[in-house]
């Protein structure tokens, strides 16, 4: 059974490792009192990503602030090698440590957990935000009122994210808004039909952005609205939504990823809150 190891003070939110314990049983007591010989078969090493990312900075930090992780060593890979590393672990039921984030489909397709970050190196939780121009609320109110009611579970995003290795993006996303017509009714209660009224959305190239959108566009679209998506770089999206170029967006990563352009920009948008939480950068 491949369940979460947590190795004392080492343990990181990015940090993920992966323990074969028993068969079929759940063994987590057990575990805990193996992980020095769990730590000589990892060889004392954290498998990252690649040097210059954000999370491989954050590891290099966690191996000077944690005493007990002062003989341990990162060795930079590429999120694909992780993934081919980290499958080939859990089929050869062997332990492995690597550097990981969310949302990813990963933890739709394994049962990995993150562990503890009890000095905070890794920085604080983050959340995909959306934000509107400045009058969407009184030009197009039912409009608003859908954008203003999305919210996704992660663990939803992490199964469409796992979905997409097969299909593409968007049309998971209609799988989706068709799976869930319960939560899609919430979203859309009181809402009258647009008649083909144009809404444009500003999104980044993120795979769960690009996945939260398409299924804001299908969900309006099926109230009438014709929708528009525009890619574009975080920088613009900021200025299109400051300047009226486009009428909302669902990616703002918040508070740290997207922060500097937030505030630069900060008081000429109106931000709806959180679309997804409990998100890990990389």
Not at 32 to 56: D, F, L, R, Y
Not at 194 to 215: H, I, M, P, Y
């Amino acid at each position: 059974m491949i369940i979460v190891k947590k190795l004392g003070l080492m343990a990181s939110l990015f940090i993920i490792l992966l323990l074969t314990v028993g068969c079929g049983q759940d063994n987590r007591s057990d575990a805990s009192e193996n992980s020095t010989n769990v730590s000589e078969a990892v060889e004392h090493t954290i498998i990252g990503i690649e040097p210059g990312a954000g999370i491989t900075q954050a590891t290099e930090n966690a191996l000077s602030d944690y005493e007990n992780l002062n003989n341990w060593e990162l060795e930079t890979s590429s999120a694909a090698a992780i993934l081919t590393e980290l499958g080939n672990a859990i089929d050869n039921q062997e332990p492995i440590v690597v550097t990981g984030w969310s949302p990813h489909y990963k933890f739709a397709k394994w049962d990995l957990k993150y562990l503890d970050d009890p000095n905070g190196v890794y920085g604080e939780e983050e959340y995909i935000t959306t934000i509107a121009r400045e009058g969407l609320k009184e030009e197009k109110p039912n409009a608003y009122t859908i954008l203003n009611k999305i919210q996704l579970e992660l663990s939803d995003m992490e199964e469409a994210l796992l979905n997409a290795q097969e299909m593409e993006l968007d049309e998971v996303a209609q799988q989706w808004v068709e799976q869930h017509s319960e939560v899609v009714a919430k979203w859309t209660e009181g809402v009258e039909h647009a008649d083909g009224t144009q809404l444009e959305l500003a999104l980044t190239s993120w795979d769960d952005v690009r996945f939260l959108t398409n299924v804001a566009r299908i969900v309006l679209d099926q109230q009438g609205f014709d929708v528009t998506l525009t890619p574009v770089d975080p920088a613009i999206l900021f200025e299109a939504i400051s300047a009226g170029d486009a009428d909302a967006s669902l990616a703002p990563w918040m508070p740290s990823t997207h922060g500097a352009f937030y505030e630069e920009h900060e008081g000429q948008f109106e931000d709806l809150g959180p679309n997804l939480e409990g998100l890990e950068s990389d």
